[in-house]
Protein backbone atom coordinates (compact mmCIF):
# COMPACT_ATOMS: atom_id res chain seq x y z
CA UNK A 1 0.00 0.00 0.00
CA UNK A 2 1.60 3.17 -1.11
CA UNK A 3 0.70 7.02 -0.49
CA UNK A 4 0.32 8.33 -3.85
CA UNK A 5 -1.51 11.85 -3.74
CA UNK A 6 -4.18 12.25 -5.70
CA UNK A 7 -3.15 16.11 -6.75
CA UNK A 8 -0.07 17.71 -6.93
CA UNK A 9 0.61 21.04 -5.45
CA UNK A 10 0.03 24.26 -7.42
CA UNK A 11 2.94 25.53 -9.43
CA UNK A 12 1.89 29.24 -8.29
CA UNK A 13 2.88 27.91 -4.72
CA UNK A 14 6.83 27.65 -4.65
CA UNK A 15 7.01 30.99 -6.31
CA UNK A 16 4.81 32.19 -2.85
CA UNK A 17 6.70 29.90 -0.63
CA UNK A 18 10.05 31.55 -1.45
CA UNK A 19 8.78 35.01 -1.56
CA UNK A 20 7.27 34.22 1.91
CA UNK A 21 10.07 31.78 2.83
CA UNK A 22 9.66 34.01 6.80
CA UNK A 23 5.88 33.33 6.97
CA UNK A 24 6.57 29.22 5.70
CA UNK A 25 9.26 28.82 8.78
CA UNK A 26 6.93 29.99 11.16
CA UNK A 27 4.54 27.79 9.88
CA UNK A 28 6.72 25.17 9.93
CA UNK A 29 7.45 25.31 13.03
CA UNK A 30 4.13 24.77 14.01
CA UNK A 31 3.67 21.31 11.61
CA UNK A 32 6.74 20.09 13.52
CA UNK A 33 4.72 21.00 16.56
CA UNK A 34 2.04 19.30 16.15
CA UNK A 35 3.58 16.18 14.52
CA UNK A 36 5.04 15.62 18.03
CA UNK A 37 2.70 15.85 19.59
CA UNK A 38 0.40 13.66 17.29
CA UNK A 39 2.86 10.67 17.63
CA UNK A 40 2.41 11.25 21.35
CA UNK A 41 -1.50 11.41 21.44
CA UNK A 42 -1.45 8.56 19.38
CA UNK A 43 0.85 6.86 22.28
CA UNK A 44 -1.35 7.71 24.48
CA UNK A 45 -4.80 6.67 22.69
CA UNK A 46 -3.25 3.14 21.39
CA UNK A 47 -0.62 1.86 23.39
CA UNK A 48 -1.72 -1.67 23.09
CA UNK A 49 -0.82 -1.68 19.62
CA UNK A 50 2.63 -3.87 18.98
CA UNK A 51 5.35 -1.85 18.86
CA UNK A 52 3.37 1.50 18.24
CA UNK A 53 4.41 3.24 21.58
CA UNK A 54 8.32 2.35 21.02
CA UNK A 55 7.64 3.83 17.63
CA UNK A 56 5.45 7.05 18.66
CA UNK A 57 8.02 7.85 20.99
CA UNK A 58 11.04 7.46 18.61
CA UNK A 59 9.09 9.98 16.10
CA UNK A 60 7.82 12.34 18.65
CA UNK A 61 11.81 13.02 19.28
CA UNK A 62 12.50 13.27 15.75
CA UNK A 63 9.54 15.60 15.12
CA UNK A 64 11.27 17.85 18.06
CA UNK A 65 14.25 17.51 16.42
CA UNK A 66 13.05 18.96 13.43
CA UNK A 67 10.97 22.21 15.26
CA UNK A 68 14.36 22.92 17.05
CA UNK A 69 16.29 22.81 13.67
CA UNK A 70 13.39 25.11 12.10
CA UNK A 71 13.59 27.02 15.51
CA UNK A 72 17.37 27.79 14.77
CA UNK A 73 16.90 29.13 11.57
CA UNK A 74 14.30 31.08 12.71
CA UNK A 75 16.53 32.50 15.32
CA UNK A 76 19.28 32.84 12.81
CA UNK A 77 16.37 35.29 11.02
CA UNK A 78 15.93 37.52 14.08
CA UNK A 79 12.04 36.02 13.54
CA UNK A 80 10.07 34.63 16.47
CA UNK A 81 7.99 32.18 16.93
CA UNK A 82 3.94 33.61 16.28
CA UNK A 83 0.71 32.05 17.50
CA UNK A 84 -0.43 29.14 16.08
CA UNK A 85 -3.11 30.24 14.08
CA UNK A 86 -4.72 26.50 12.83
CA UNK A 87 -3.77 24.77 9.72
CA UNK A 88 -7.06 24.49 7.99
CA UNK A 89 -5.58 21.87 5.80
CA UNK A 90 -5.60 19.63 8.81
CA UNK A 91 -8.88 20.17 9.66
CA UNK A 92 -9.62 19.06 6.60
CA UNK A 93 -8.36 15.96 6.99
CA UNK A 94 -9.41 15.46 10.55
CA UNK A 95 -13.14 16.31 9.26
CA UNK A 96 -12.86 13.28 7.11
CA UNK A 97 -12.04 10.94 10.11
CA UNK A 98 -14.89 8.15 11.45
CA UNK A 99 -16.23 8.48 14.74
CA UNK A 100 -16.53 4.81 16.10
CA UNK A 101 -13.51 3.76 17.84
CA UNK A 102 -11.72 1.40 15.41
CA UNK A 103 -12.31 2.98 12.60
CA UNK A 104 -10.85 6.28 13.91
CA UNK A 105 -8.10 4.18 14.57
CA UNK A 106 -7.20 3.67 11.02
CA UNK A 107 -8.64 7.47 10.06
CA UNK A 108 -5.88 8.89 12.31
CA UNK A 109 -2.72 6.77 11.02
CA UNK A 110 -4.16 6.81 7.88
CA UNK A 111 -4.74 11.12 8.12
CA UNK A 112 -0.80 10.91 9.27
CA UNK A 113 0.56 9.15 6.72
CA UNK A 114 -1.45 11.51 3.92
CA UNK A 115 -0.23 14.43 5.68
CA UNK A 116 3.18 13.76 5.78
CA UNK A 117 3.17 12.62 2.53
CA UNK A 118 1.92 16.15 1.37
CA UNK A 119 4.77 17.46 3.84
CA UNK A 120 7.61 15.54 1.62
CA UNK A 121 6.06 17.39 -1.55
CA UNK A 122 6.24 20.66 0.19
CA UNK A 123 9.31 20.55 1.67
CA UNK A 124 10.60 18.70 -1.70
CA UNK A 125 9.68 21.72 -3.45
CA UNK A 126 11.22 23.98 -1.08
CA UNK A 127 14.78 22.09 -1.18
CA UNK A 128 14.25 22.43 -5.33
CA UNK A 129 13.77 25.78 -5.07
CA UNK A 130 16.04 27.60 -1.91
CA UNK A 131 19.21 28.99 -3.28
CA UNK A 132 20.88 29.21 0.35
CA UNK A 133 22.96 25.26 0.47
CA UNK A 134 22.71 24.98 3.89
CA UNK A 135 18.55 25.57 4.18
CA UNK A 136 18.73 23.11 0.70
CA UNK A 137 20.01 20.80 2.32
CA UNK A 138 18.02 20.54 5.29
CA UNK A 139 14.94 20.63 3.14
CA UNK A 140 16.08 17.77 1.46
CA UNK A 141 16.83 15.83 5.01
CA UNK A 142 13.11 16.67 6.69
CA UNK A 143 11.37 15.38 3.10
CA UNK A 144 13.06 12.35 3.21
CA UNK A 145 12.21 12.26 6.91
CA UNK A 146 8.12 12.73 5.94
CA UNK A 147 8.78 10.09 3.25
CA UNK A 148 10.30 7.78 5.99
CA UNK A 149 7.10 8.54 8.13
CA UNK A 150 4.53 7.83 5.80
CA UNK A 151 5.56 4.40 5.16
CA UNK A 152 5.78 3.98 8.76
CA UNK A 153 1.86 5.53 9.16
CA UNK A 154 0.60 3.11 6.48
CA UNK A 155 2.59 0.02 8.10
CA UNK A 156 0.56 1.05 11.22
CA UNK A 157 -2.50 0.96 9.29
CA UNK A 158 -2.19 -2.50 7.90
CA UNK A 159 -1.27 -3.86 11.43
CA UNK A 160 -4.00 -2.42 12.98
CA UNK A 161 -6.79 -3.42 9.86
CA UNK A 162 -6.91 -5.95 7.76
CA UNK A 163 -4.69 -4.37 4.02
CA UNK A 164 -7.24 -4.53 1.85
CA UNK A 165 -9.48 -2.54 3.93
CA UNK A 166 -7.17 -0.10 4.64
CA UNK A 167 -5.52 0.35 1.16
CA UNK A 168 -9.87 0.91 -0.06
CA UNK A 169 -10.23 3.65 2.80
CA UNK A 170 -6.79 5.66 2.13
CA UNK A 171 -7.59 5.84 -1.58
CA UNK A 172 -10.98 7.42 -0.17
CA UNK A 173 -9.29 9.98 2.17
CA UNK A 174 -7.10 10.98 -0.65
CA UNK A 175 -9.68 11.68 -2.99
CA UNK A 176 -10.90 13.67 0.47
CA UNK A 177 -7.26 15.33 0.92
CA UNK A 178 -7.19 16.67 -3.12
CA UNK A 179 -10.87 18.57 -2.82
CA UNK A 180 -9.54 19.72 -0.12
CA UNK A 181 -6.35 20.98 -1.37
CA UNK A 182 -8.50 22.05 -4.03
CA UNK A 183 -10.72 23.86 -1.84
CA UNK A 184 -7.96 25.91 0.05
CA UNK A 185 -6.42 29.40 -1.03
CA UNK A 186 -2.89 29.55 -1.76
CA UNK A 187 -1.03 30.55 1.45
CA UNK A 188 3.15 30.61 1.94
CA UNK A 189 2.69 27.57 4.27
CA UNK A 190 3.59 24.16 4.32
CA UNK A 191 -0.44 22.68 4.12
Not at 14 to 41: I, Q, W
Request: glycine share 4%; aromatic share 4%.
Amino acid sequence: MKVTLQSITDARWLPLALARFDEVLNDHAHCEKKAAANALSLLQSYPEVPGLPALMARLAREESAHLAKVLAVMDERGLQLTHDRGDPYAKGLQQLMRNPAKERRLDRLLVAAIIEARSHERLQLLADGLEDPELKRMYAELAQSEDGHTELFVRLAQQVEDPAVAAARLQELLVGEARIVAELPLRAAVH
